[in-house]
């Protein structure tokens, strides 16, 4: 009965994949418009310019092992076997103003003991925030919002970005703040606060190594691909790359196949299609390219404008050596992996794990996540040429590790600015500001002309930033689709 229906569906990142490989199985007729070269979206390896056999990640690199739907999927495409440890605690941590690298330890024990050398370079801290680690203070400041649910959250601190929360509901100085800003990888204080009370592993080193962060072997966008490599399907026959979206018509009169799509292929040519229904997976900056006739409903056209997004540069640098495993035992008996955190412009730095199937001997070299900035840093980075951001990558290490091995063992880099990025819209993720859970939430997620248009993407999910939102959005697309099949 399903054969012969016919489902579009718009990207071909997580949730298109998802939503297309479940439409597959329950027997739609289903293929996917990707206007890139490749599958995985914001999944996106980078094996270019690394020696053969290394990469690094300038999208999505980590997997909480409570992530329950990627899991499933794992193993559903037979890649429960293939991960390996994610490293998520810091190690170190280098502030300008201490003028010396030390261990994320020694920095929480500097804390500890009130000790000037950290506490004058946040004057203004109140006598209670003096004496405790960020994970002390952290847990201090999210106790009110402890033990209650989604819906309480939400009508009791749905007003507040996570700076507001701070200031007003846990009471922290701007000092504080500041202090917590500087010497934490992940603070986005724009967020409503929501966001970051859900991605609390990001907010806390506690939490992050409670999470047990897991990487796939050989690279993330292997979970891409391997969607199109499952033989109960067809989906690498039932993509086309290099095909653009830009026109979707809904003819409500039409008995069948009312929906019109029209796309433009790299080869320069326009082509139109015929679908029952069709399912758009891409990122709301995105979508506004799109043009839709009717147009969605207000509330969903609105939904689309306001969501907010972030901005986020990341850079991978490639060395000659993989000095830090043996600087990092050695120097500072902070094992050989790990995260380091700084306030000089790369901010935040990540050592992979030694035990990373790339580094299988004879390979000597190593790629490093030398830099993972956000928002307006990441702005700054992002305007930067390759050239000049391996220059600062080498230039900020130096001043980390005094070390003459930067120069001795730097050798190229690569780096994506989500902001240039066109098929993400300009933007790395959805993250709601204040209200916008309430506002925009259902919007996002809801059908649209008549049941025959579904929505999926991260942003229309419960997990902004993660595979997990992509995935769980992508498949409740694909069954509202079969719902409105059976109606
Ligand atoms: C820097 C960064 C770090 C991240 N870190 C993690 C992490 O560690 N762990 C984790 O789980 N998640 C992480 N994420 C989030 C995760 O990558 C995303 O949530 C997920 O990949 C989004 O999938 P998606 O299908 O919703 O969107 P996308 O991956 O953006 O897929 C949308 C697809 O639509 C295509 N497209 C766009 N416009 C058109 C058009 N007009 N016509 C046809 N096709 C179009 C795009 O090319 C793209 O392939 C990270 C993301 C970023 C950017």
Redesign the pocket.
């Given at each position: 009965m399903k054969a012969g229906h016919q489902v579009v569906v718009?990207?071909?990142?997580?949730?298109?994949?998802a939503a297309a490989y479940v439409l597959q199985k329950d027997g739609f007729d289903t293929e996917i418009?990707?206007?890139?070269h490749?599958?995985?979206?914001?999944?996106?390896t980078a094996r270019e310019p690394f020696a053969r056999g290394l990469y690094g990640?300038?999208?999505?690199?980590?997997?909480?092992a409570n992530?329950e739907i990627?899991n499933e999927y794992l193993r559903e495409l037979g890649l429960d076997d293939q991960l390996e440890p994610f490293e998520q605690a810091n190690q170190l941590i280098y502030l300008t103003g201490l003028k010396r690298t030390i261990t994320y330890n020694a920095f929480e024990d500097l804390l500890r003991q009130k000790d000037p050398s950290v506490l004058n370079l946040f004057p203004g801290l109140h006598d209670h925030e003096k004496g405790k680690t960020l994970d002390e203070l952290w847990t201090e400041a999210m106790a009110p919002a402890v033990g209650m649910n989604a819906t309480q959250i939400r009508q009791n601190y749905d007003r507040h970005t996570l700076q507001s929360y701070l200031e007003e509901v846990a009471g922290w100085s701007s000092a504080c703040i500041q202090l917590y800003e500087y010497c934490s990888a992940h603070v986005v204080l724009e967020n409503a606060f929501e966001e970051s009370f859900a991605d609390a592993y990001l907010s806390s080193e506690q939490q992050g190594t409670a999470a047990r962060m897991r990487q796939l072997k050989g690279g993330l966008d292997r979970l891409a691909w391997a969607f199109l490599q499952q033989k109960d399907v067809d989906l690498a026959a039932r993509i086309r790359f290099g095909?653009?979206?830009?026109h979707v018509v809904y003819d409500r009169s039409a008995v069948e196949t009312p929906i019109r799509i029209t796309?433009e292929s790299v080869a320069g040519h326009s082509v139109t299609k015929q679908a029952d229904y069709i399912v758009f997976?891409?990122?709301c900056p995105?979508?506004t390219?799109?043009r839709v006739s009717p147009p969605f409903r207000a509330g969903k056209t609105s939904a689309i404008n306001q969501v907010r997004y972030v901005e986020?540069t990341?850079i991978l640098a490639q060395f000659r050596t993989r000095w830090w495993e043996k600087l990092l035992n050695q120097k500072y008996n902070a094992g050989s992996e790990g995260g380091l955190v700084t306030d000089l412009p790369i901010r935040y730095l990540m050592f992979p794990h030694s035990a990373s199937s790339q580094f299988a001997p004879p390979q000597a070299r190593g790629v490093v996540m030398a830099s993972?900035t956000f928002e307006r840093e990441a702005a700054r980075l992002g305007v930067l040429s390759e050239a000049d951001k391996l220059r600062l990558v080498r230039e900020n290490l130096k001043e980390i590790f005094e070390e003459d091995l930067i120069d001795d063992t730097i050798e190229v880099s690569v780096s994506?600015n989500?902001s240039n990025d066109v098929?993400?819209?300009g933007a790395?993720?959805a993250y709601f500001s204040p209200h916008q859970h309430t506002r925009l939430y259902n919007d996002l997620l809801s059908p649209d002309w008549d049941g025959r248009a579904c929505f999926?993407?991260?942003?229309a999910s419960a997990?902004?930033?993660?595979?997990?939102?992509?995935l769980r959005?992508?498949l409740r697309a694909a069954f509202q689709v079969s719902e409105h099949f059976l109606i």
């Open positions: 718009i990207g071909g990142g997580i949730a298109g994949l418009l990707e206007a890139s490749r599958v995985g979206g914001r999944v996106l990640e300038l999208g999505a690199m980590r997997l909480p992530h990627v095909a653009r979206v830009r796309f997976t891409v990122p995105a979508m390219t799109i986020v990341k993972y994506h989500w098929y993400a819209g790395a993720f999926a993407g991260e942003h997990y902004h930033g993660w595979i997990e939102g992509a959005s992508g």
